[in-house]
């Protein structure tokens, strides 16, 4: 029994290896869509281009993901991963003056994401319509607004909000309007439309926040936007 044993545990040992293998496999696929998405439009890539940028065969993407828009949905998770992040950074030394202030340093942040990372600006804020992304990227702002909502908390005393929207959400839906249209029509984010991105923010929110907000008596010491 006990060589019978061990045969059934040599077996066994080489699997924790191919998972790694295949986690290793799933990355290679994704950074080969960065590489190219920061190249060309979402539009012009296929399975057949990520294999050959990733050094794979074609075979191998498609095991595991079948379809293209697979990839993609996949990817989108990854810089949904990112912009939490981006969100959740927390250096120290700045205190908000406003939270109009403290929005347009939020807004700020993700723009400077979007600007360093094409790909994920091309995936997000481009002129495509792939129904699982567009799905996963309006389920990903309710909770980035969640979030936003969650920060302003921290400083400021927030008055009763409506209760059938999200009005956190609905602002960066809507900087994020500007910012796609920027990005289709120019390739990029232009200064102009980042600035209105900021202010269609704080026009919106300002319907709901008066101009000033009385500070929270337990404001953290040091700012997560900055």
Same mark, same amino acid.
């Given at each position: ?132 992304? !567009?799905? @996963?990227? +309006?389920?990903?702002?309710?909770? =980035? *607004?969640?979030? %936003?909502?969650?920060? /302003?908390? #921290? ?39 980042? !600035?209105? @991105?900021? +202010?269609?923010?704080?026009?919106? =929110? *300002?319907?709901? %926040?008066?101009?000033? /907000?009385? #500070? ?11």
């Amino acid at each position: 029994m006990r060589p019978r044993m061990r045969e059934i545990m040599s077996a066994v040992k080489p699997l924790p290896k191919r998972r790694a293998s295949s986690q290793e496999r799933i990355d290679r696929i994704l950074d080969a869509t960065v590489t190219l998405l920061a190249q060309r439009s979402l539009g012009e890539l296929s399975i057949y281009a990520i294999a050959a940028q990733a050094d794979i065969p074609p075979s191998s993407v498609y095991h595991f993901f079948p379809q293209l828009a697979d990839v993609l949905a996949a990817l989108a998770e990854r810089v949904f991963a990112e912009l939490d992040g981006v969100l959740g950074a927390a250096p120290a030394g700045f205190e908000p003056a406003s939270w109009m202030e403290l929005i347009e340093r939020l807004e700020d942040r993700f723009q400077q994401y979007y600007q360093s990372h094409p790909a994920a600006r091309e995936l997000i804020l481009g002129a495509h319509e792939l129904a699982g992304v !567009r799905q @996963a990227d +309006r389920h990903h702002d309710r909770l =980035l *607004g969640q979030s %936003l909502r969650a920060y /302003l908390a #921290r400083y400021y005393q927030l008055p009763a909000l409506p209760e059938d929207v999200d009005i956190f959400a609905l602002a960066m839906q809507a900087a994020d309007k500007l910012l796609a249209a920027d990005h289709q029509q120019h390739g990029e984010l232009t200064a102009p439309m980042r !600035r209105e @991105a900021k +202010r269609m923010m704080v026009a919106y =929110l *300002g319907l709901y %926040l008066p101009p000033v /907000l009385p #500070r929270a008596s337990d404001a953290a010491d040091t700012d997560p936007l900055m």
